[in-house]
T-cell receptor, first 115, second 111 residues
Framework: NAGVTQTPKFQVLKTGQSMTLQCAQD?????MYWYRQDPGMGLRLIYY???????DKGEVPNGYNVSRLNKREFSLRLESAAPSQTSVYFC??????????????FGPGTRLTVL | GQQLNQSPQSMFIQEGEDVSMNCTSS?????WLWYKQDPGEGPVLLIA?????ELTSNGRLTAQFGITRKDSFLNISASIPSDVGIYFC???????????FGTGTSLTVIP
C-alpha cells in the first residue's frame, strides 16, 4: 500500500519556468491538500480539494494553480516560478469529505529550488 | 492565518529522559494532531485528539487536548535515539477543513 506518492522528489527551475507537481493517493480518500514547508514557518496550506471536482484556496495560494484530476490525483502547477517559491512541497490526503473533522496523511515531499 | 506557537523550538536531551512540549493558540480548535517528521520525509501522524481534556497514548507518547481548547501537550517518556526529529502540532478550527500547523519542535537525543 503506497499511501500518498509525489513526483518528482527534487526539481531545480529557473525563474519564469513552469512545472507541475504530481500527487496520487491509493487510500480512496475524498480530500487532498498541497502544503509548502519553509524553515521556521511550519507547513502552510496552498490549496485543497474537499472532494473530487472541487478546489479551494488555502493560506498562500498566490502563484499556484491546482487540478483535481480524479479522486486519486491532485496536481499543483507553478505557471511562472519565482525564487520565493523555493520550498519543500507536501501533498496530503484525508478520508473526510469537506467540512468534517479528519486526519491527514502526507507524501514524502518535493524539494523545489528556483534560481 | 492562524498562529500556532510551539514550545520549545528545540531540545537536546539525554537518552532515557522524558520530554515535554506544547502548542498554544489564540483561537479555539476542535481537533489537535501531533506529527513527527524525520529528515527528508513527510510528517507522520502520531496522535489525534478530538475532545477537550482528552488524554491519548501511543506507546511512549502521550498527548492531551487542553481544557481551554487553545492548547495541546505532547510527552515522550524514556526517550530513545530514534525519537530524533521535528514534532509538529496541527489544529483545526470549529468550521472548515483546514488544519493549521505549528512551527515545530526539533528534538535531539544524545545517546
Amino acid at each position: 500500500n503506497a499511501g500518498v506518492t509525489q513526483t518528482p522528489k527534487f526539481q531545480v527551475l529557473k525563474t519564469g519556468q513552469s512545472m507541475t507537481l504530481q500527487c496520487a493517493q491509493d487510500m480512496n480518500h475524498n480530500s487532498m491538500y498541497w502544503y509548502r514547508q519553509d524553515p521556521g514557518m511550519g507547513l502552510r496550506l496552498i490549496y485543497y480539494s474537499a472532494s473530487e471536482g472541487t478546489t479551494d484556496k488555502g493560506e498562500v495560494p498566490n502563484g499556484y494553480n491546482v487540478s483535481r484530476l480524479n479522486k486519486r490525483e491532485f496536481s499543483l502547477r507553478l505557471e511562472s516560478a519565482a525564487p520565493s517559491q523555493t520550498s519543500v512541497y507536501f501533498c496530503a490526503s484525508s478520508r473526510a469529505r469537506g467540512g468534517l473533522t479528519d486526519t491527514q496523511y502526507f507524501g514524502p515531499g518535493t524539494r523545489l529550488t528556483v534560481l | 492565518g492562524q498562529q500556532l506557537n510551539q514550545s520549545p523550538q528545540s531540545m537536546f536531551i539525554q537518552e532515557g529522559e522524558d520530554v515535554s512540549m506544547n502548542c498554544t493558540s489564540s483561537s479555539i480548535f476542535n481537533t489537535w494532531l501531533w506529527y513527527k517528521q524525520d529528515p527528508g520525509e513527510g510528517p507522520v501522524l502520531l496522535i489525534a485528539l478530538y475532545k477537550a481534556g482528552e488524554l491519548t497514548s501511543n506507546g511512549r507518547l502521550t498527548a492531551q487536548f487542553g481544557i481551554t481548547r487553545k492548547d495541546s501537550f505532547l510527552n515522550i517518556s524514556a526517550s530513545i535515539p530514534s525519537d530524533v526529529g521535528i514534532y509538529f502540532c496541527a489544529g483545526q478550527l470549529n468550521t472548515g477543513n483546514q488544519f493549521y500547523f505549528g512551527t515545530g519542535t526539533s528534538l535531539t537525543v544524545i545517546p
